[in-house]
């Protein structure tokens, strides 16, 4: 390979991340090689690896638009304009997320957005995509990566110019990165998991729930969600404990999984007909939280997505903030020009303290979403906020409202709700102090 | 070895925490084995390898007087009653810890504590400590530990019924724990490192400083303090940046070590003949907090200490926290008798939700000591608490109170200071309204 070729960027891993920064670096004209464990896309159909659908909001959908290719992924996704709660009994309230379409989430597909990307990515002449090579070393010295061809069992050594790890939560680049002094590093697990159960379409293909809402059976400790998928099925996620009384561990026989599921999903368990099968077979997933500094090694290698900072899913923000990493670090490419240290050094500045805010919010989220969106005080809340926001939409922000319906950075956002929310607590005090006054006097 | 004489308790590390507990299960009757990579203390002179001094209080005091082992320890400890503030001109305002000198701190040698400890320890039959044994591995299936001689260069399996993990931040028991599925794990450094220096005793072991106090030279961003030692001198530790202007990185010559210090700390320096030396020699540390969960593995091994709760030395809990994760642990054991699994579980429960507090106020007490404790406003606010605390000792507690001088567990503490310090707020704003009121009327 001549000078000329070798490429400025190893990416490794072609998940949703990856192949998005590679668009990034494409458009700008650098030259990229990116490695991935699984076949091709366009030529194999997709594992179910991980979750089937997710949900798509303003930070993903810039990222796409920057690149020409948000209306693309828009024509197959499904609006979402609010949450449809399901109570123990099988009532249903439906909460709007915020004051109209231009604030809403798309339910899009996991593999449909992956291969759209791949295909984007290859478009790209300066790209060159690998699949079926596993990453199984980093050498933080030589910069050297190791791959293992899938097909063959191979093993190679790949000198890289400037590694980027875009290989998820278990990342292999992030995991030798860690072995340097100092290397500030946490997973933590909650102490729920997560397994995908299914209510399929009916005749014709058409919505067994309401298609354009979020579906949640919140239920105190524990919770169901369900989102639409474009063949008219629901991929539902139960979140559940592994331990104990009411636990994945609890639950042995299709006989206990029918029992529990009539008494506490009345409504939904007719939808499922395959039901007490997935519980038993589906695998159940881990929900953890990775946190990690520095996000680079000098100039040699930086953690995009979920290698540097995954989240419990509780908020929809994994793929859009991993997405905004990639716009964040394709500005500070541009404005650093090839003073690469000082790219990823200004891009982690720019990026940790937010993403550290969202894995918080994110684990918060979990509480509001199982326990308090049915209670009657969070839906009065929920309506003083949307009031607030449409009386004084330019002040007035619900800090849902800013994670998922606008660009302003996490940390910048929960410090703007705490301060209206105090001003909101200060006006009202005044006003409860002034009658008080008036009617003694 | 016949099955009577195997011991029921494997310690990993002879370090305090080790040893304390060794006390604890040897007096509850328990056969227990010790290992540890250092030479006995008892006939080879300890090697400098952590801090040389540390602040013991009531918590610690607690589990020694337990012992039977207070008096001993306090009669060669030095009372230290309050802060001393060394000024950047050399001035000195003296801050007392509490009311008096039952609300004080006590600079112990850990090189001395240590060796008291040991022969403690010694003193029981059913104990049998065995040094210049590396622990560098851990078998989580079969449970047993692999030893190497630190002499003989030998390794060696050895299977065991309970392992306890006493082996420090860095702990090896811990990393193999760590593999398990949904370990929750967290190493945090923060961006400053510590350096010890000396300040030795005048002629005739005088101190050349305050003998009762701990005292501390604030800065801002950075500090040093002092800790007094039996033999007249004062060990000294500089918490600094690794890196940026002012940083363990900027300073390369003894000429510059010596024009910073002067600068920097004027009243010292004339007090340290070897700065320049010591501080271009000794080793810089890391500041690291640890955090993991589950602290156990069924009833099989179980962690204490650094192990599994590293902390900042902020605070000077460290030591403290870990004599009461003993004294917890022996209490466990008693009430679950030879139920492990139970005993261990209680006392993850009963410490967890302390330490993580421990953990987080450390962090926050850097910043206290090193930038507030030299301002007015801090001053009067710790006057004020004080005052509280004498018109109200039942009632009002200050937060460092509570963690320094009793056994409130460290996260009651944490929320019994939120609620007083609201009440005092909302009894403040009160008496403004009121007089407010009063004047208008």
């Not at 949703?16 to 159909?45: F, K, N, Q």
């Not at 810039?62 to 009994?89: Q, Y």
């Not at 519980?279 to 995009?304: E, K, M, S, Y």
């Not at 009658?435 to 003694?440: E, K």
């Amino acid at each position: 390979m001549s000078g000329q070729e070798a490429p400025q960027f190893t990416i490794v891993g072609c998940g949703l991340a990856g192949t998005l920064l590679a668009c990034y670096l494409g458009r700008a004209g650098h030259r990229v090689d990116l490695y991935e464990r699984r076949p091709d896309p366009r030529t194999h159909a997709q594992d179910r690896g991980r979750s089937i659908n997710l949900a798509l909001s303003v930070r993903g959908i810039h990222a796409l638009r920057d690149l020409g290719l948000a209306d693309e992924v828009l024509r197959s996704a499904i609006l979402m304009r609010g949450r449809m709660i399901h109570s123990a009994t099988g009532e249903l309230t439906f909460q709007p997320y915020g004051k109209d379409d231009s604030e809403a989430l798309y339910s899009v597909s996991r593999a449909g957005l992956n291969l759209t990307l791949v295909q984007a990515a290859a478009r790209h002449e300066s790209l060159r995509l690998h699949f079926g090579q596993r990453c199984t070393g980093f050498d933080v010295r030589s910069n050297a990566i190791e791959l293992h061809d899938e097909t063959t069992h191979q093993v190679s050594q790949l000198a890289a110019q400037i590694v980027i790890g875009a290989d998820g939560a278990y990342s292999t680049v992030r995991s030798q990165m860690q072995k340097q002094e100092r290397f500030s590093y946490s997973q933590e697990y909650l102490s729920h998991g997560y397994k995908e159960l299914t209510i399929p379409a009916g005749p014709d293909g058409a919505f067994r729930l309401e298609k354009h809402a979020l579906h949640i059976w919140p239920r105190g400790n524990f919770m169901m969600i369900a989102l639409p998928n474009q063949d008219g099925s629901f991929t539902c996620t139960l979140f559940w404990p592994y331990e104990g009384p009411n636990s994945f561990a609890a639950l042995r026989t299709e006989a206990d999984v029918l029992a529990y599921f009539r008494d506490q999903f009345p409504d939904a368990v007719p939808l499922m007909p395959t039901l007490a099968q997935d519980f038993l077979h589906n695998p159940t997933g881990p929900l953890v939280t990775i946190r990690c500094q520095p996000w680079h090694l000098d100039g040699r290698a930086v953690l995009i997505g979920d290698a540097c900072h995954a989240v419990v899913p509780f908020l929809g923000q994994g793929m859009n903030a991993a997405f905004e990493d990639c716009t964040v670090l394709s500005e500070c490419l541009k404005q650093h020009a090839s003073r690469w240290d000082d790219a990823f050094r200004s891009y982690e500045a720019r990026r940790k303290e937010n993403t550290d805010t969202l894995a918080a919010l994110c684990v918060e989220n979990f509480v509001e979403m199982r326990d308090k969106v049915g209670s009657k005080a969070f839906l009065l809340r929920k309506k003083l906020a949307i009031l607030l926001h449409r009386l004084f939409p330019h002040w007035y922000l619900p800090l849902y409202t800013m994670i998922e319906f606008t660009r302003i950075p996490y940390a910048q956002a929960l410090r703007r709700a705490r301060k209206q929310n105090l001003i909101v607590a200060l006006i009202a005090a005044s006003l409860v102090l002034l009658l008080l006054f008036l009617a003694l006097r």
